[in-house]
């Protein structure tokens, strides 16, 4: 079975370029998380999706990230300028409802902005 | 103090050993708990719930201390395959808000 898909795995840009991600869910699952990985911090919920809508964006770290999930097989995760301190390992995770515990995550998208 | 706090390690673990780790959590009334796995560069993956009463899955024993706020993992006859950064995870509110620690990483030795 397809689990979680995340692209690019890695992503190398410079400093002010747009950075899109990609996800695709798990079929079936209505919840849709994307997190951000670094050493320091450590896992962030930055946005959560239920059925599609956008329920707490609250994670998001400014105005230049902004997610979409037009539907429930696709969302993506884009930074407009990218800026070095954005550099960190992107996750997108997906479950069955939205109140458990158990989500399964893609394997990450690397980002090095330099 | 942290939500959720973990002792980072590393613990150094000879193959076949026991070992335990445990995970603090500060807000009492949270609802449900986990341990996740994630391998070097790797994604997190669920390990096992911790239920009330305790949990076991083969080798792995979870347990949980609501009077000391308190989750644990224990690894017995550990495996080199076990190495790994072991987070702990709590969702407070059975809602979507997962607290996740900042994992306690094992290695085993051979």
């Known amino acids: 079975d397809a689990g979680v898909i995340q692209s690019p795995r890695h992503e190398v840009t410079e400093m002010g370029q747009e950075v899109t991600l990609r996800c695709k869910p798990i079929?079936?699952?209505?919840?849709l998380f994307w997190y951000r990985q670094t050493m320091m911090r450590g896992l962030e919920l930055l946005i959560y999706?239920?059925?599609?809508?956008?329920?707490?964006d609250s994670g998001m770290p400014e105005d230049r990230f902004s997610a979409k999930m037009p539907n429930a097989s696709f969302s993506t995760l884009k930074i407009q300028p990218s800026e070095p301190r954005d550099s960190a390992v992107y996750f997108c995770a997906s479950s069955l409802g939205a109140g458990g515990g158990e989500l399964f995550f893609g394997e990450g998208s690397r980002l090095t902005v330099l | 103090r942290k939500e959720v706090e973990q002792d980072p390690g590393p613990f150094n673990v000879p193959e076949g050993a026991t070992v335990a780790f445990n995970c603090t959590y500060s807000n009492s009334a949270s609802q449900s708990f986990f341990w996740y796995r994630q391998d070097c560069r790797k994604e997190p993956k669920l390990l096992m719930s911790?239920?009330?009463?305790?949990n076991e899955d083969g080798r792995f024993t979870a347990q949980l201390n609501r009077a000391s706020q308190y989750i644990s993992l224990l690894i017995r006859d550990s495996k080199l395959s076990d190495s790994a950064t072991y987070l702990c995870?709590?969702?407070?509110?059975?809602?979507?808000?997962?607290?996740w620690g900042a994992g306690t990483k094992l290695i085993i030795k051979p």
């Open positions: 079929s079936g699952h209505n919840s």
């Open positions: 995870v709590v969702n407070p509110d059975s809602n979507y808000q997962l607290i």
């Open positions: 911790v239920y009330s009463s305790g």
């Open positions: 999706f239920n059925n599609n809508v956008p329920i707490d």
